[in-house]
């Protein structure tokens, strides 16, 4: 049996970066989670947590299909 793999809920900048599929440069302009200071600029971290909800928040709403009974009210 193989080792569980950890994901971890702390990431740096890069880490964080590649976790949403972006370049760094991309990263930076278009991620608005602001990282967790831990007193040092080089540990600063970016909460997982944090990231997944953004992404969330960017997707677009899903229109819903109207019944072919809503489509015919509407006509």
Not at 47 to 70: F, G, H, M, N, S
């Amino acid at each position: 049996m193989g080792r569980a793999q950890i994901i971890p809920r702390l990431m740096s900048r890069p880490e964080a970066a590649a976790y949403c599929g972006f370049s760094i440069s991309v990263f930076d302009r278009e991620c608005t989670v602001r990282p967790i200071d831990f007193g040092d600029k080089r540990l600063e971290r970016f909460d997982r947590y944090d990231l997944d909800a953004w992404i969330e928040q960017r997707k677009a709403p899903i229109a819903r299909l109207k019944t072919v009974d809503e489509a015919l009210a509407e006509f």
